[in-house]
């Protein structure tokens, strides 16, 4: 088990999406045992349909208030905990464990920090509806069912992607985007780690093969990015996964494997990077 901490798991939810997203995860790892902590970024603590109706606490959103919100759940746990986010939740991971948290962290199809400068075509086509208008950046900015299905679920039926869209879909806090976005060009970006971090908790990153939002690349190359660095690093490709592989059919699979790994990282996991 992993050092101090295996009854305690936090998951970082990602853009577009609320803690519900979660769900299946919360209540398995909870059936397993598990004391499991699912917190919404500041603002979004409400239910999809009241955020659909009023988005205004998205456009507040910036990366640092974010992470700090974390920051503090975190600090205030008896122990450290195994970390889990997905999407621009795994760039929150690696921001964690930088700053010293965590016994383990898993970042799930993880949006990019600092460094990590592949761009492929079909991220900036999932992108393009908020970041194509400067105007958006203080905006909450939905996608369509069309869009979300290319996004998220470009592997499913398109009546289990609407119902995915129906239940999960919140518009994104377009500010969080921008700053992801131009994160190479900011001098003082929030999303900096030190890849050379000796001291950090153990990370694993996790893609899936059809993911069209964060493609297996990009997270084989932000995964190569820690080699300068003696804390361990892994990763694991799971072939025919969508962005949504936390929602997706066979999602407990990734579920199990997660934690599998943060429970033992020296041991069960991807090969190290």
């Known amino acids: 088990m992993t050092d101090a901490t295996s009854d305690t798991i936090v998951l970082i939810h990602g853009l577009w999406m609320t803690p519900r997203s979660w769900e299946h995860w919360v209540e398995r790892y909870t059936e397993a045992g598990y004391r499991v902590i699912a917190p919404a970024w500041p603002g979004l603590e409400g239910e999809v349909d009241a955020l659909r109706t009023d988005p205004s606490p998205l456009t507040r959103l910036d990366v640092a208030m974010i992470v700090d919100h974390y920051e503090r759940i975190i600090r205030d746990l008896d ?12 760039t929150f991971v690696q921001l964690l464990l930088d700053r010293g948290l965590g016994a383990a962290g898993v970042a799930i199809a993880s949006s990019t920090v600092r460094g990590v400068r592949r761009l492929p075509l079909s991220t900036l086509r999932v992108t393009a509806p908020v970041l194509r208008n400067p105007a958006n950046r ?10 979300f299905r290319y996004a998220f679920c470009n592997t499913m039926p398109k009546a289990e992607s609407r119902a995915a869209y129906d239940r999960y879909h919140v518009p994104a806090a377009a500010n969080v985007l921008f700053q ?10 929030p999303l900096r780690v030190d890849f050379a971090n000796h001291n950090r908790a153990p990370l694993l990153f996790m893609a899936g093969g059809e993911d069209h939002v964060i493609p297996a690349a990009v997270n084989r190359e932000n995964a190569r990015r820690y080699r300068r660095s003696s804390a361990l690093t892994a990763y694991r490709e799971f072939p025919g996964r969508s962005h949504f592989t936390v929602g997706q059919p066979g999602w407990e699979e990734v579920a199990d494997y997660a934690l599998a790994w943060a429970l033992n990282p020296t041991v069960v996991g991807g090969a190290r990077t």
């Not at 122990?79 to 795994?90: A, L």
């Open 180 to 189: 992801g976005a131009f994160a190479n060009l900011a001098r003082r970006t």
């Open 138 to 147: 203080r905006k909450a900015v939905p996608l369509t069912p069309d869009q």
């Open 79 to 90: 122990r450290p905990p195994m970390i889990i986010g997905h999407s621009f939740g795994g």
